[in-house]
C-alpha cells in the first residue's frame, strides 16, 4: 500500500513537525528512534508529539520533544474526537509546517486536516512489514528521508532508574538480565517455568542477575519467579514509572521477553533483544536490528493468528522452545551482534 502524503518541496527545511501516534505504549515507544533520527537529521526543527494522556511519560522523558500534547479520552476514538477540542486551538497557534501522522485514523486524520500543513504523510496500516519500517516509510514519504536510524533513545534522567535498582539487592558488577513474561494474552505466554529454567541456566554459565519488572498484572509470574531464583531475582513489578523502567532496561546485558512494550523499549534503545512470539504477528511486531532476535510462529500454518487463546489448547508455537533453546538463541545473539546501535536501512 502507498503511503498518501504530500511531500516538503522547499529547499529549506521545514521549522516545525508535528507527529501523531494514539496506539498503545509499544506502539508509541516505536516512533521514538525514528523521530530522534529525524530530529539528528534537522537539528535546527522543532519537532513536536501529539499521543494518548496515558502514554506521554516516555515521550516527556527522551531527549527528543519540544513538546509533548496529551490527548484524552482514553482508547475510545469517539471520546477522542471530544478531548480533541481542547488540544486543536495550541496545534493550530503553533502551525505547523509538516504533520507526520502515524496513526492514520478519524482522530489523527481530523486533527491533520485542522492544522493544515504544507506538507503532511500518514501511516501504513495495512501492509505486512514491520511497524518501524512503515514508520520511516511515512517519514520518508512526507519528503524527509531517513538514511540510517540509530537505535539509542538519551533520557533526560538517566539516574532515575539507579533510585529504583539501588533500593534493590542490585549487584551493579553482575550482568543484568531483564525477565518480561508480559504477553497481553494467554496466547503470547511462554511458560513462567522456563523463564525460570532460562535464568539457572545463564546464571550458572554468566553469573548474572536478574530483573522482573512491568504492572501489577504480572505479580504471581514475579513471586513464581522469585521463589526459584530467590535473591538472584530484583522483583520490581509496580515500582517503576515508563521512564524508570525504559532507564534500567538501558543498563541490562540482555531481554528475553514476550511481545509487549517492554520488548520494544528494548530493542528501541539498542539493548540486545530476544523475543518469543506466539499468537502475534512478527511481520507487524518483530523487533528490529542486528541486535535482535524473533522466536516466532510464522513457520506454522496457524502462526501469527492472533487469537487469544491457543486452538489447541496448548500454545504449542511457543512450548515448543525449551530454556536449553533459547539459552542457545541468545548465545548465538551475544556472538554475532555488532557494534550496537545503528541499522542501515
Known sequence: MAVRSRPWSRREPPASI??????????????????????QRLPDTEIDFLTRLEDTALPRAVQLFGRV??????????????????????????????????QNNRVSRMIRRIAAPAAWSSFDTVSPIRAGERTRLAIHAAGLPLDDVE????????????????????QSDRPLVILSPSGGMPSRNWPIERYAQFAKIWRGRYGAQFAILG??????????????????LLNLVGRTSAPEAMAIVQRASLVVTEDC???HMAWTTGVPTLALFGSSRHDWSAPIGPHTVCLHSGDLPCGGCMERTCRYGDVHCLMRYTAEDVV?????????????????N
Open 69 to 102: 500534547y496529551a490527548l484524552g479520552g482514553g482508547r475510545s476514538e469517539r471520546v477522542q474526537l471530544l478531548a480533541a477540542a481542547a488540544v486543536v486551538p495550541a496545534l493550530v497557534r503553533r502551525r505547523y509546517e509538516v504533520v507526520l501522522d502515524l
Open 261 to 263: 512494550g517492554l520488548m
Open 18 to 39: 508535528l507527529a501523531i501516534r494514539l496506539q498503545a505504549f509499544g506502539d508509541v515507544t516505536i516512533t521514538l528512534p525514528y523521530l530522534r533520527a529525524l530530529k
Open 215 to 232: 504492572l501489577k498484572g504480572i505479580a504471581a509470574k514475579a513471586k513464581t519467579l522469585a521463589a526459584h531464583l530467590g535473591d538472584s
Open 151 to 170: 537505535f539509542a533513545l538519551p533520557l533526560r534522567d538517566a539516574e532515575a532508574g539507579l533510585r529504583v535498582l539501588r533500593s534493590s539487592n542490585w
Open 328 to 344: 542457545a538463541a541468545a548465545e548465538r545473539l551475544l556472538a554475532q551482534i555488532p557494534p550496537l546501535g545503528r541499522m542501515v
